[in-house]
Nanobody
């Protein structure tokens, strides 16, 4: 079992930046795939991006390419989602997750508690 504890989030104006962190514990981190998902009110949860910790491969949804970056802090067993050039449509509850990579997305099996990101225009 992997435990995921998320932090960060908050409110920002359009064009601003926010950083989310996900601390992973449990199994050896080298076996993790860690991903990010989001869910806006009235919409289904959608894939944002993921990173294969051991291989370093990173995947992004098209709508965040060039704006969001996923990185890892191996010493802290933490994965970071840096969000730049935020848009009001990025407003959502953001989750980190773990699970197998399927194609260029992730099939999440475990979730963090979620954190709110609000972008005002």
């Amino acid at each position: 079992q992997v435990q995921l504890v998320e932090s960060g989030g908050g409110s920002v104006q359009a064009g601003g930046s926010l950083t989310l962190s996900c601390a992973a514990s449990g199994r050896t981190t080298s076996t993790y795939n860690i991903g990010w998902f989001r869910q806006a009110p009235g919409k289904e949860r959608e894939f944002v991006g993921a990173k294969t910790w051991s291989l370093g491969a990173t995947y992004y949804a098209d709508f965040v390419k060039g704006r969001f970056t996923i990185s890892t802090d191996d010493a802290k067993n933490t994965i970071v989602l840096q969000m730049n050039s935020l848009k009001p449509e990025d407003t959502a509850l953001y989750y980190c997750a773990t699970g197998p990579i399927v194609g260029v997305t992730m099939r999440a099996t475990q979730w963090s508690q979620g954190t709110q990101v609000t972008v005002s225009s």
